[in-house]
């Protein structure tokens, strides 16, 4: 069982035990982000905290352990920030496309390319679970995306959604390869805001292409 999904299904912990675990999920993050797998270390990563190695080992098996749980992370955040906006009823289709891409480019302004490059080589398999984490996601948010546009006359019908949304996902695995990051010179967030822009720009019908141009301009 992989070590992300046996950490979510732990015991209930006191609200103590949490605030740690999150501390440590945040200070990690950072630094995965910013110095990807093979260099991530459970002992700057104690000192960073200012906390002894034994302690991190209380609440996380290890290295995979801490870094699969951070992936599992990003993938809640970004259900929720997607489930927030998806129910707002002020919002209109493009309103909540807008939010969306802006809470996304927040999320990924700090991964570097590299970053995602050095986790396929060294850890496939938390590579394979972040690969994963989107393929849950991107039907869930992109899916109902789409629906609410075709329900308001602003998404093509001819094009089913089930296509679509495969179409995109595939996209964007393909695009979110640190090869290809590296090789087209765009930043994670640079890449996903332009395949959801390009994606969108051939789904939407005349008036989806108005209020698209109104609200998102090149």
């Not at 960073?48 to 749980?69: C, N, P, Q, R, W």
């Not at 489930?83 to 289709?93: G, V, W």
């Not at 570097?112 to 972040?130: C, G, K, N, V």
């Not at 393929?135 to 329900?151: K, S, T, W, Y």
């Amino acid at each position: 069982m992989p070590a992300a999904i046996s950490a979510s299904r732990r015991s209930p912990v006191s609200a103590e035990t949490a605030a740690i675990r999150a501390r440590i999920l945040q200070q990690a993050q950072a630094d995965f982000f910013t110095q990807g797998y093979s260099r991530f270390t459970m002992d700057q990563l104690a000192t960073e905290l200012g906390m002894s190695k034994k302690t991190l080992y209380v609440h996380f098996a290890g290295k995979d352990e801490i870094i699969g749980a951070v992936i599992e992370g990003l993938g809640e955040g970004v259900r929720a920030d997607a489930e927030k906006i998806l129910r707002a009823p002020e919002l209109n289709f493009v309103q909540k496309l807008r939010g969306f891409i802006g809470c996304m480019m927040e999320r990924l302004a700090r991964l570097d390319p590299r970053t995602l490059r050095d986790l396929q080589r060294f850890a496939p398999a938390l590579f394979a679970r972040l690969d994963e984490v989107r393929r849950q996601n991107v039907p869930f948010i992109f899916g109902r995306l789409v629906a609410e546009g075709q329900a308001e006359g602003l998404v093509r019908t001819d094009v089913p959604a089930g296509f679509a949304i495969e179409y995109f996902l595939h996209a964007i695995q393909g695009l979110l390869q640190g090869p290809v990051l590296e090789r087209l010179q765009l930043a994670p967030r640079e890449a996903v805001a332009q395949g959801i822009d390009l994606f969108f720009r051939g789904l939407l019908t005349p008036a989806g292409h108005k209020q698209y141009e109104k609200l998102l301009p090149r």
